[in-house]
């Protein structure tokens, strides 16, 4: 069974901090996802990546960057966090070889900024 | 862009079936797929269609009219474990788009 791993399960942080969400994956997927997930809105997808050091802005990047040194760990950063970046974050992994929309999730980090 | 509507919550009691619709719009349709979600835990794929007509697998279906921009997913014989959020996405050129989700909530 493929496995995404989210570092941390609930996280909370202050205005103006640096924040790391850790997403790690162990069936070598080429494509990695981080999506936001808020009640009424739906999963919004953040930022993918394809491949090792690509990176692609999804639909609501501002306020976000992220990093995929190796393969398996894809990382997302709020360079300062705000109040409206309080949210569930999702992680996700797909492969090449399946289905374009089927995606494997972490269970997610619930960060409150305060 | 995108735009996928389902309902928000929908109540039904356990033996029952039950049916979820989800309409979209989207350009360069590749795809339409269900997902669930129980509370607190990461969404699961259930389900896929591309082309027209139902998918059956077990107790859940899905159906997809392209023509329509019209899918729903059928949940049959229902469980209390099926209790949970009911994610439609659809991908269109390239990019996987989320429904809000629709609540089920099965009562004894």
């Known amino acids: 069974d493929v496995k995404v791993t989210q570092s941390s399960r609930y996280l909370v942080k202050r205005t103006g901090e640096k924040v790391f969400l850790e997403c790690v994956q162990d069936?070598?997927?080429?494509?990695m996802f981080w999506y936001r997930q808020d009640p009424g809105l739906g999963l919004r997808l953040i930022y993918f990546s394809y491949d090792v050091k690509m990176k692609e802005k999804g639909d609501i990047p501002e306020g976000y960057s992220v990093s995929r040194e190796k393969k398996e760990r894809f990382s997302l950063i709020l360079e300062s966090a705000s109040t409206n970046q309080t949210s569930m974050y999702l992680c996700a992994s797909r492969d090449d070889t399946g289905a374009a929309g089927k995606l494997f999730f972490g269970s997610g980090t619930q960060l409150s900024v305060l | 862009g995108q735009n996928i509507d389902q309902p928000t919550e929908m109540t039904a009691t356990e033996g029952a079936i039950v049916q979820i619709n989800c309409t979209y719009q989207t350009s360069g349709f590749n795809g339409l797929f269900w997902y669930q979600q129980h509370a607190g835990e990461a969404p699961t794929f259930l389900s896929y269609n591309v082309l027209d007509g139902l998918e059956e697998k077990g107790r859940f279906s899905s159906f997809l009219s392209r023509s329509k921009g019209y899918s729903y997913l059928l949940l049959k014989e229902l469980q209390m474990k099926d209790s949970a959020s009911y994610l439609c996405a659809v991908m269109g050129w390239g990019k996987l788009q989320f429904g809000a989700g629709t609540q089920v909530v099965v009562t004894p």
């Open positions: 069936m070598d997927h080429e494509n």
